[in-house]
Structures are given as C-alpha cells and as structure tokens.
C-alpha cells in the first residue's frame, strides 16, 4: 500500500500565500507522477498541478504564474507554492500519485486525505 500525507493547508487572506506539502511512503516501486487536485464545494474535483519525475511540469490555466509544483524525488514529496491566492482558490487539495508499488505489475493512481484552503476577500 501507499500513504499520502498532505499539510500545509489553512487559512489565509486574499493575496497572500501557502505552501502545500505531501509525502509519499509505503511499498512504492516507481513514481512517474506526482500531482495536486482540487475540490470545492459542489464541484468536482479538477487538476492543479502535475509534475513528471523528469520534471516535466501542467498547471491549470487558474493557477498559472500564481502557483509552482516542485518535487524532491530522493523524498517521495511534491510541493505546491501557491501565491496571490484568491477567494476561487479555497477548496480541499488533495496530492495524487500515479506509479507503480512493489510486487504489483499495473500503474496505479493514489490520493492522500486532503487539506483545505481556505482564502478569505
């Protein structure tokens, strides 16, 4: 199994910042990417950010320039640092993982708990 243990979540006026952690750990085998989505209330859940082990980087075009997904693969962690949030930004984010664990030949795509952002006007 997998565990994705997200923080960094909280409470924060319009404009300001925060950055979100999420730490992968269990029987991984292979990570090929690691991720940030979202839900708010009453929506579904949508992609934010993505980063390949390559380093290749997808942002939703709501978040470019104002957000950057980085990851320290030695780790098994993926950051997202979001800047000039706005009132639209809160929701729960959520990391996702997509890869391989050990012993098991198929790719699969994991989700942590979730960590809510909250952003006030």
């Known amino acids: 199994q997998v565990q994705l243990v997200e923080s960094g979540g909280g409470l924060v006026q319009a404009g300001g910042s925060l950055r979100l952690s999420c730490a992968a750990s269990g029987s991984i085998f292979s990570i090929y990417i690691m991720g940030w989505y979202r839900q708010a209330p009453g929506k579904q859940r949508e992609l934010v950010a993505t980063?390949?082990?390559?380093?290749?980087?997808n942002y939703a075009d709501s978040v470019k320039g104002r957000c950057t997904i980085s990851r320290d693969n030695a780790k098994n962690m993926v950051y997202l640092q979001m800047n000039n949030l706005e009132p639209e930004d809160t929701a729960v984010y959520y990391c996702?993982?997509?890869?391989?664990?050990?012993?098991?030949?198929?790719?699969?795509?994991?989700w942590g708990q979730g960590t809510q952002v909250t952003v006030s006007s």
């Open positions: 980063a390949s082990r390559a380093g290749t980087t």
């Open positions: 996702n993982l997509v890869g391989k664990l050990t012993y098991q030949p198929d790719t699969g795509s994991y």
